[in-house]
């Protein structure tokens, strides 16, 4: 099990895309892991005016194998005194199987030969270099934009990604842009500063966001100026 970290850096968002894009990559992210059969426990997402992000907490390291059942041809059409027949041999190829694979299997309606197919789950770290530049293409919006010589059109220009399992980088490439981005461990503190910061571990992204003067949670930032106001 590991941790899961997506940041994507861009100039500053409008406030009403800043809001909505937290809720898109939610439930995009939910539903590719949901269909690629990839367990975690945990999402969260949020946003500042430069960046939104994900983290998964506890994400598997390999998919769960899909196992599929089909049903086939009767069995006295398929077997003729144990010999595989053409209905037999076809159906096993067409499921990927040799026929002496094949199950015989008494049903409401006779015996019939069934297929057991197991596709054998892929390494999530690759299924994320993958998912990651579909979920930002797929995200929605108004006033999208291209920059300098680039075809990826945005809300506005993406500066940075920082992409760790862990504490390892996924190498995940965003083509379209100008330059081109290849994801990494450097993010950006407080526009005010200036200053790249590295991080180190998916799991440090919080603190060391909150010690560049940056809340990225959202509702934690917006308690905070709320509380600021009325102690005013």
Known sequence: MATFLLEIGTEEMPADFSRSVVAQLQEKV?????ELRIK????KCSSTPRRFFLLVNQLSDVAEDCIEERKGPPSELAFKNGIPTQAAIGFAKRCGLGPEQLEIRETPKGKFVFAKIIESGKPVSDLLIQLVPKWI?????TRFMRWGIGERRFVRPV???V?????????????????QISAGRISRGH?????SLTISSA???YSVMKKSGVQVDREVRKSFIKSSIEEV
């Open 163 to 179: 992409c760790l399992l862990d504490n390892e980088i996924v190498p995940v490439i965003l083509n379209g842009c100008d330059p």
């Open 30 to 34: 939910c539903a590719d892991f949901s």
């Open 191 to 195: 526009r005010l500063y200036r200053d």
């Open 40 to 43: 975690y426990s945990e999402i």
């Open 159 to 161: 500066r940075w990604i």
């Open 203 to 205: 799991s440090e992204y």
């Open 137 to 141: 293409g797929e995200i929605q919006g």
